[in-house]
Structure formats: structure tokens, C-alpha cells
């Protein structure tokens, strides 16, 4: 799922409308032979839909070489879109009532005009799905489809990130299972019960992850057999009297009991919500299940965490080019190109860190032009150019440039890979040190020549979802005695967890452990122990 | 690609999600709601209310760093006149750095968390545990709204209420009762006839074969006609579903509010007075269908008045409280009987009035009014000037004379009202459902 929105590119009602009366007033001044135009009105059909859709993708496979997913496009209204949207974009959602809350919210914000809708919003699945929104005019109408259908959806098919950790043709599956499964355990045991498992499971979603490994692919067949399987391991529990009545062998203690423990729940663990799935003592099957989806759900939001810079940038040109194309070809009239190109400006805006409108970098806008700088090193390299990027500078073929690096990388190592030195100048980028023990900010580094590399590791390192996200594991969890859960948050340059999240997300580990829960927060170099939480309230 | 249009599928997917989230911060919103009704008009609430609750409840933790601590590099755009090495004081509030994740509207938690409650949500909120006291009324007026009920058969009407059942057991009685042969009788006959034509059989009884052919020609020229005489299905076998449109009851309710507005009420004591009207107007909306309400303002004459002359139109002159009562018997008469209306009244006033007049109020209250209503609230309005220095307030005249009926009749209720945060608190105590704490 992907949505773009806010002042980037949602327009208002207002500046819709003006942008129409521009539009249609344009046309007929115009006199351009309307016979190849794709559209010739503001006001959108089905058939200019469908039309514009084909020669858009005529576009980016005949010409670009692009291979997304088919799409289905759903035109929704903006009641719909704000729905969508507070359900994490998803067609198909469990319910739960932090869905409400941001519902709620949204629509504040939309009411009170503080923010406009998304435009579109683009599901990762096969066939995606594409939600479009009745009031957009067709110039828009034909953005969203290059962006979304086009740009978005190559981008899920082919990146690697995408293909390892989300299957595009379950998801939907996935998302239903969820649903019933969610109302089903509501039905039986209860919504507060239920509330409790997945309010706690969410505390954890960013901790759902299995960075190091593989993404899961969940599969819902094998998801119906294991919970078979569950059932039937339940049902042998319950013959456990039987079981004890009968006079069996004593177990030898075995030596050494702790450590084979240690060795088979696999620690330390950083994916805490899959640990407490497995491990967890007094869970029920059914909330082992809810577990195990949230934690699907966080598996299948990580690719775009991860690929947030590169997906929007790639969808951002893709718009871009595919309009400019197809304006060459007479096939978009003025009107409607101005009223691109407004759009386009304003999704790729991007203020300077020290006007009002700052609210850090704009992935549309740096991936936008990032992507751009990739097609002018292809192309028109500088001597600068052949010594940053010998393996493309010059190589005369930019879109197959980019359809690489739109497969093999994620932000991170994209922009380790590719930031210029002239991109960094152009942008005037400076990287900014905030060291709590020192009274002032520090430049680090501008763009000199001192500097590039310095700019290009320190963006890079903010990309990198290891940098986002605390590194928090499970060290020890000790099933025989107390019972403990041992966490530990390996503490990267100084930087420390706000305790009072701490203890209230400690609190939900707990409900899910059933015992006590400790955390440590130790120096991840010297290993020193900073300082340590525990949660053993009842 | 398919394009599916949506846009006609409902709406509000998520209404359950919000209904789930307003359930989860109930008790936060009820003080919220309950605190901006004491702030606020009343007025203002017809359209939806923005509420902002404190995030505790609903706050959705994650582990997350504290942005004060440690050391955090940043990449950011637009630099003009720095150069490496140099220092810039750290901006207030806030970290100067990028920052990992932009705009986490979702970890503002704990600054409260602001949207908008609509209309029927927030009243529910307000009149929550709040019910109307005596509500049955014997027999309620009828005429307004009438609902189809299943009243039998008829032998006419419309294609969608054909009642093939009953329709198709009449064709049967008719057609048994009329003696219209079977097709299979036919047939059995055309069979036989065939065959003794063709020679195949001939007539057991010794009888000759053209005169058993005789008969049969004859028998299934009789059986035919009468099959083309008595149709399968004829117009008077159908039958039709019969409706009946019954008259439902309307529980009506009628408001009377009266108030003093001689020159001892201030503007500020009728603001009061219109808040506590406008509150028992909305809950009474929440209840019935139609509320109609009247307007009786008094000095030493009553007359019945339009909402704005009723609470904005100044008038000055002495205070004789009867004349309201007296207007009122006289508006009901004329137009709300009591056994076809609820009849609410809530009168508000400083409680002054001529002397001997409370004797004949206590009258007409005791013996005609308080008979005849649901539910009358006597609401007594203080000066918010007041006394300085010793506010015990007086008895007031009528005060005086209404707490004795009171105490006999559940019917009246009296309540003091000094400042805006009383009205609410007054309201619930007046309308509190049974067994409810507050």
C-alpha cells in the first residue's frame, strides 16, 4: 500500500475546481485536433478511463519496459478513500478499535480542512488494486494511474525486498483470513479478551520482523493446517490426566537442561512477536494465531518502510515520464498538462530546512529527482560522474539503468549506491550532528568535496530501517523457574528509549508472557548495562 | 485491467472501528462531553462537537527512542551559509535533526487526542443513564403515521401480492366442484379410441365396435368442451394478499416553558434559564417524535411568544406567576389535551412574586396543573451578583410555597440553578434514570 496525500499532491475542492474551469476553458482555445487526445474534458468516464489506462501502459511496456502486476482500478469516493485509509489502506481489515481512532482523526483533520485526502492508493497484491476517487478531474485521474498502476506496481513486482518478504497473490487471502479468524475469537471469547492479545501484538509490530532472515510467506492453506494442528495438539493436552494417571518412567534430569533450552527457542531472538508466539507459556492457541497475524501484517508493511524513497520516486518518474511521452505524441492537451504539471510540482515541493512548510526530506521529491540524476549519468555523464559511477556513466541506457536499480536495492543501499555529488549540490544537503552532551548542533558535513562521502553514509544510515527501529532482543527467557523474559536494547550512540513508553509497552509484553518481564538497555560497543525496567506487576 | 466502480458500495466501513474506539475512551469522553456542555451554548451542539481527551486510554505505545538522548546525525536540505565544523544553537522545543520517521501524528498520545464527535454520539453521551420520567402515557394520538398490517384476503389487487397459495387451492376446489376432467382422463380416452380405430382391441362387453367408438367420440367431445368451458385458473379463484394500513400510536410530547422575565431576571438569568430550556428541548427530542413547545413569558401578564421573543425581547413590569399558569391551562385546553400529549413544563424564575399570588399558584398547580403533566421542573434561578459577603440564599417566595407540593407530588421537582456549571449537573439530578449512581 502506498498513498501519497497532504499538501504534497492532494488538491482541494477549491483549487479542483479552478483547475477544471482552466482546463475546460483551455481546450476549445487551443484547437488541438482532439481526435488523438486520450481526454478532452476534465470530468472523467469509464471509457476515458479505460482508454487512458491502455495507452498508459502501451507507454510503459512498449517504450519503458516496465512489467507491473494487471490492475484493477476501483473508483471510490472520498467517504471511501477516508475509510480506506484508516485502515492502514487495507481492502479487507480486522476490526479493531485503533483503526477507529485514526479514523476519527482523519476525518478531523479532513473536515477541518487541515488536510486533503490521498489521491490514490495502491495495493500491493495480483491483480493490485488501485483506488482512484471520483472527484479527481481526468488530468489527475491519469497521474494517479501512471503513478500508482504503473509506477507503484512495477516497483512491488520487481523489488527484491517486495518479492522476498510479501506475496502478492495471498494477500488478499491473508487479509480475509484475518478478518474472520479476528471475529470469530471475538464471538467466542469475547472482544476485550481479543483486544487485549492484538493491542499488545501492536505495541510489537515493529518488532514483528525477522530483519536477518527471509521474510515468511504465508500461505492460508497451510495457515487452516496449522490451526488444525493446534486444535489436535489441544485436544492431546486435555488428556493430560489421563496421561499423569498412568504410572510412567521418571525423567532422568538431563545435564545442562537450561542451555539445550536456550539453544532450541533460538536466542537471543529480535523478533519478539514471533518468540512470544512460539515460547509464551500460557497462550491459547487462537492467541497464537492473532500473534501470528499482526505479525504477518508487520511483515507485509516492512518492504515499504524499507523502500519508502525509492518506491515513491520510482512511481514519481514514472508519472512523469509516461505524461511527457505522451504529451509528445499529442495525446494530452494543454489544459490537462498544466494541470499535471501543478500536481507534479506540488508532490515533488520540497522546502528548505529552515522554511515553515519543513517536515524532513520528501521522499516524492528526493527519490523524483534522484532517479532523474540516475538518467542524466546514463546519458550526459561529467567527468565527476565517470569517477563516482564508473559502471554507468555513459552506458546510453538509462530506463534499463533504473529498472536495476529499482529490482536490486532498497533506500539504504540506493542511496549508498547512487547519491552524486551533484545531487548533493544541487540540493545543498548538509548533515547535522545533535550529540546530547554537547551544548550546540554541529555541521558535519556540506557539499565540498570533504563532504560527499560523509553526506551519501549519513543519509544512507538514516534510511536503514536497523537505524529507525531499536534493536531489542530476547536474551534469556528462563521456563523452569521464575519465569522471567529477559529484552535487552543494544543502545546505539547513546540513545536511549523514552522510559515511559517503555514501561507501558513492557506492560503488553507482559499480558502476552504471562510473568515478569525485564528489560536491559546496554552500550552496544562497550556493552556497559545503562539502565534496566522490569515489569512484575501482576 | 477491470475498472470496478465502488462508489456505490456503502460508505462508513469503518463505522464499527469508531464505535469500538468511542466505546474504549467512554469514560474520558463522557467528562469531556459533560465539561464543554458546562463551557458552552447548547445551541452548538446540534451540529457535532469537538472533543479532545487525554491520551491515556487510547494511546498506543511502541518502543521508541527518546530524541533527547545520545547522538543523532541528520541529513537535511537548503543549506546556505554553513560550513563544516560550525555550531548552531539548539532550537527550543524540539531536536534539530531530521529525524527518522516524519509526521507520527500517532505518537502525539499523551498531548490528548482531538476529533469530532458526531451530533447523536455526543448527545448520547450527554443523556446517557438519563430517562424521562413517567414516560407511558395512556392513550396516545394517532392519526400521523399508519403501518400496513396483514389483514386476511381479497379477491382484487396488485401482481406483487397475488397469494398463489390460496389462489391456486380455489382453482383446485372450483375445478374438482365443476368436474373437469384430467388431461390423463383425456388421454386415456384418445388412447383407447386410437386403438379401437386401428382395430388393436375391441369392446369387452360384446358391444360392436362402432357404437363403443360412438360413445367415445362422444365422451371426449363432452370432456373437451367442458375442459374449454372451465378454464385451469379463472380471475375468481385468484386471491390477494389484503393490507391494512393501521393507525400506530405517536407519543407527542408538548414543552411548556415559562419564564419570568420581569425586570428582577437579568440577561445573565435568563441565559440560565435558556440553556436549562434548551437542554430539557433536546432530551425531549431524543424521545419522541414530535416535541412541540411553547413559550409563556410573564410579569404580571402571561403571553404565549415566538423562541427569539422569548428569550431575547425585554419587558419590565411586576410579577404575578399565576398568569403563566393560568396561560398554560389555557394553551392545553385549547390545544394539547392532556390524554393526547405528554406534557412537559419547566418553569424558570427568581422566585419573586406579589404577595397573595402564591396561594393561587400552589391552587392551580395542585389542582389542575400537576394531574394533568408528565413532569414539571421548577427551576429557581440566583442572582449571580448575589450578596456579596453572605450567600445563603433566601427562601424565596415562591420556593416556599412549592417545596410542600413537592413533597407530595413526584410529579414537581425543584431545583436551584447560581452559575452555567449547575445547569448540567441539575439536569442529570432532575432526569436520573432509577438505580443509576452518578
Redesign the interface.
Known amino acids: 500500500m502506498s498513498e501519497k496525500r497532504g499538501r504534497k499532491t492532494a488538491r482541494t475542492a477549491t483549487g479542483k475546481a479552478a483547475a477544471k474551469r482552466a482546463a475546460s476553458s483551455k481546450a476549445p482555445a487551443t484547437g488541438t485536433a482532439t481526435g488523438d487526445l486520450l481526454f478532452d474534458r476534465p470530468a472523467w468516464s469509464?471509457e476515458t478511463?479505460?482508454r487512458t489506462?491502455?495507452a498508459i501502459?502501451e507507454v510503459a511496456r512498449g517504450e519503458l519496459g516496465l512489467d507491473p502486476y494487471?490492475?484493477?482500478?476501483?473508483?471510490?469516493?472520498s467517504?471511501?478513500m477516508l475509510?480506506a485509509y484508516?485502515?492502514t489502506g487495507m481492502p479487507v481489515m480486522y476490526?479493531?478499535?485503533?483503526?477507529?481512532?485514526?479514523?476519527?482523526?482523519q476525518?478531523?483533520l479532513y473536515?477541518k480542512g487541515f488536510q486533503q485526502l490521498a489521491l490514490e492508493i495502491v495495493i500491493n497484491s495480483n491483480?493490485s488494486l488501485c483506488?482512484i476517487m471520483?472527484d479527481n478531474t481526468m488530468a489527475a485521474q491519469a497521474t494517479v494511474i501512471a503513478h500508482a498502476?504503473i509506477g507503484h506496481n512495477h516497483f512491488f513486482r520487481h523489488n527484491n525486498v517486495f518479492r522476498e518478504w510479501t506475496e502478492a497473490d495471498s494477500v488478499l487471502d491473508e487479509l480475509r483470513h484475518a478478518r474472520r479468524f479476528v471475529m470469530e475469537c471475538e464471538e467466542r471469547h469475547g472482544?476485550p479478551a481479543v483486544e487485549k492479545v492484538l493491542?499488545a501484538a501492536?505495541?510489537?509490530?515493529?518488532?514483528g520482523v525477522d530483519r536477518a532472515g527471509r521474510g515468511e510467506r504465508p500461505d492460508p492453506v497451510a495457515t487452516r493446517a496449522r490451526l488444525a494442528e493446534r486444535a489436535r495438539q489441544q485436544r492431546l493436552e486435555a488428556q493430560d490426566l489421563w496421561l499423569r494417571t498412568v504410572p510412567s518412567r521418571a525423567e532422568p534430569p538431563e545435564e545442562g537442561t537450561a542451555a539445550a533450552e536456550r539453544r532450541a527457542m533460538g536466542l537471543p531472538e529480535e523478533n519478539l512477536l514471533l518468540f512470544l508466539e512460539n515460547h509464551a507459556p500460557l497462550l491459547d492457541a487462537w492467541q497464537r494465531e492473532l500473534l501470528r497475524i499482526v505479525r504477518w501484517l508487520a511483515t507485509y508493511f516492512e518492504p515499504q518502510r524499507q523502500t519508502k524513497l525509492m518506491n515513491e520516486g520510482c512511481a514519481t518518474w514514472c508519472h512523469f515520464e509516461i505524461m511527457q511521452r505522451l504529451r509528445d505524441r499529442g495525446r494530452i492537451g494543454d489544459g490537462a498538462m498544466l494541470e499535471f504539471l501543478d500536481l507534479h510540482s506540488m508532490v515533488v515541493a520540497?522546502?528548505?530546512?529552515?522554511?515553515q512548510g519543513y517536515?524532513?526530506?520528501n521522499p516524492y521529491a528526493l527519490g523524483f529527482a534522484m532517479m532523474r540524476d540516475i538518467v542524466r549519468v546514463c546519458t550526459e555523464p561529467t567527468e565527476e560522474d565517470a569517477a563516482w559511477f564508473p559502471d554507468i556513466a555513459g552506458n546510453g541506457r538509462p530506463v534499463e539503468t533504473l529498472r536495476r536499480a529499482w529490482a536490486d536495492f532498497r533506500d539504504e543501499s540506493f542511496v549508498r549506491q547512487y547519491l552524486s555529488p551533484r545531487l548533493i549540490r544541487e540540493?545543498?544537503?548538509?548533515?547535522?550532528?545533535?550529540?546530547?552532551?554537547a551544548?550546540?548542533?554541529?555541521?558535519?558535513?556540506?557539499?565540498?568535496d570533504?563532504?560527499y562521502r560523509r553526506?551519501v553514509r549519513?543519509?544512507a544510515?538514516?534510511y536503514d530501517p536497523a537505524?529507525?527501529?531499536?534493536a531489542?532482543e530476547v536474551t534469556g527467557a528462563d521456563l523452569r523457574g521464575e519465569r522471567v523474559l529477559h529484552l535487552r536494547?543494544s543502545?546505539?550512540?547513546?540513545?536511549?528509549?523514552?522510559?515511559?513508553?517503555?514501561r507501558?509497552?513492557l506492560r503488553?509484553v507482559q499480558r502476552l508472557w504471562g510473568y515478569a518481564v525485564h528489560l536491559t538497555e546496554a552500550d552496544a560497543g562497550s556493552g556497559t548495562e545503562l539502565t534496566a525496567y522490569r515489569s512484575d506487576g501482576a | 485491467?477491470?475498472?470496478?466502480?465502488?462508489?456505490q458500495?456503502p460508505?462508513?466501513?469503518?463505522l464499527?472501528?469508531?464505535?469500538?474506539?468511542?466505546?474504549?475512551a467512554r469514560s474520558r469522553l463522557r467528562k469531556a462531553v459533560r465539561d464543554s456542555i458546562l463551557e458552552r451554548s447548547i445551541e452548538d451542539t446540534s451540529s457535532g462537537e469537538?472533543v479532545v481527551i487525554p491520551g491515556d486510554d487510547?494511546?498506543?505505545?511502541?518502543?521508541?527512542?527518546?530524541?533527547?538522548?545520545?547522538?543523532?546525525?541528520?541529513?537535511?536540505?537548503?543549506?546556505?551559509e554553513?560550513?563544516?565544523?560550525?555550531?548552531?544553537?539548539?532550537p527550543r522545543g524540539g531536536?534539530?535533526?531530521?529525524?527518522?520517521?516524519?509526521?507520527s501524528?500517532?505518537g502525539e498520545g499523551?498531548d490528548g487526542?482531538?476529533?469530532?464527535l458526531t451530533r447523536d454520539e455526543f448527545l448520547d453521551l450527554v443523556f446517557e443513564d438519563l430517562a424521562l420520567p413517567d414516560l407511558v402515557k395512556k392513550k396516545l394520538k394517532a392519526e400521523q403515521s399508519s403501518k400496513p398490517y396483514r389483514a386476511g384476503f381479497t379477491p382484487s389487487g396488485p401482481p406483487s401480492r397475488l397469494n398463489l397459495m390460496r389462489s391456486l387451492r380455489r382453482s383446485m376446489v372450483r375445478r374438482a366442484a365443476l368436474g373437469r376432467p384430467r388431461p390423463e382422463a383425456v388421454a386415456e380416452l384418445e388412447a383407447e379410441l386410437a386403438r379401437l380405430e386401428a382395430g388393436e382391441i375391441v369392446p369387452a362387453d360384446g358391444r360392436s365396435r362402432e357404437a363403443r367408438i360412438a360413445e367415445l367420440r362422444e365422451a371426449l367431445d363432452r370432456a373437451r368442451r367442458k375442459r374449454a368451458a372451465v378454464p385451469w385458473l379463472d380471475p375468481m379463484d385468484l386471491r390477494f394478499n389484503r393490507l391494512e394500513r393501521r393507525p400506530e400510536p405517536v407519543a407527542r410530547a408538548v414543552m411548556f416553558c415559562l419564564m419570568d422575565v420581569s425586570a428582577s431576571m437579568d440577561d445573565e438569568m435568563k441565559g440560565l434559564a435558556k440553556r436549562f430550556f434548551l437542554l430539557l428541548h433536546l432530551f425531549l427530542e431524543r424521545h419522541y417524535e414530535h416535541v412541540e413547545v411553547v413559550f409563556i413569558r410573564h410579569t404580571q401578564r402571561a403571553e404565549e411568544v415566538d423562541e427569539r421573543t422569548f428569550f431575547e425581547d425585554r419587558q419590565t413590569g411586576g410579577t404575578v406567576v399565576s398568569s403563566a399558569l393560568r396561560e398554560m391551562i389555557r394553551i392545553r385546553d385549547a390545544r394539547f389535551p392532556p390524554d393526547e400529549y405528554n406534557l412537559y413544563v419547566a418553569q424558570a424564575s427568581d422566585g419573586d412574586d406579589v404577595p397573595g399570588d402564591v396561594e393561587t399558584c400552589i391552587e392551580l398547580l395542585t389542582d389542575d396543573i400537576l394531574p394533568s403533566v408528565q413532569y414539571m421542573a421548577y427551576v429557581e434561578i440566583l442572582s449571580q451578583r448575589g450578596q456579596p459577603g453572605f450567600a445563603i440564599p433566601r427562601e424565596s417566595d415562591l420556593w416556599q410555597g412549592y417545596a410542600p407540593i413537592a413533597q407530595m407530588h413526584p410529579a414537581l421537582a425543584l431545583r436551584r440553578i447560581a452559575q452555567p456549571r449547575d445547569i448540567f449537573p441539575v439536569f442529570r439530578d432532575l432526569f436520573r434514570r432509577e438505580g443509576v449512581a452518578e
Open positions: 469509464f478511463l479505460a489506462h491502455d501502459e494487471p490492475t484493477r482500478l476501483e473508483v471510490v469516493s467517504e471511501q475509510d484508516a485502515a476490526p479493531h478499535w485503533s483503526f477507529g481512532k485514526r479514523f476519527a482523526r476525518e478531523m473536515r491483480p483506488y471520483e498502476a472482544r493491542d501492536h505495541a510489537l509490530l515493529s518488532h520540497q522546502p528548505s530546512f529552515d522554511s517536515g524532513g526530506l540540493w545543498r544537503l548538509f548533515s547535522l550532528c545533535d550529540d546530547a552532551a551544548p550546540a548542533l554541529r555541521v558535519e558535513a556540506i557539499h565540498d570533504e563532504g553526506i549519513a543519509l544510515d538514516q537505524a529507525q527501529t531499536p531489542i536494547h543502545v546505539q550512540d547513546g540513545r536511549v528509549l523514552d522510559p515511559l513508553e517503555v507501558r509497552v503488553h | 485491467m477491470h475498472i470496478v466502480d465502488r462508489r458500495n460508505s462508513g466501513r469503518n464499527g472501528n469508531r464505535q469500538r474506539f468511542i466505546d474504549r469537538r487510547i494511546h498506543e505505545p511502541e518502543f521508541r527512542r527518546d530524541e533527547s538522548t545520545g547522538r543523532r546525525v541528520g541529513v537535511l536540505p537548503g543549506n546556505r554553513f560550513r563544516e565544523g560550525d555550531t548552531i544553537p539548539r531536536a534539530g535533526g531530521a529525524g527518522g520517521r516524519e509526521g501524528a500517532e499523551e487526542f482531538a476529533f469530532v
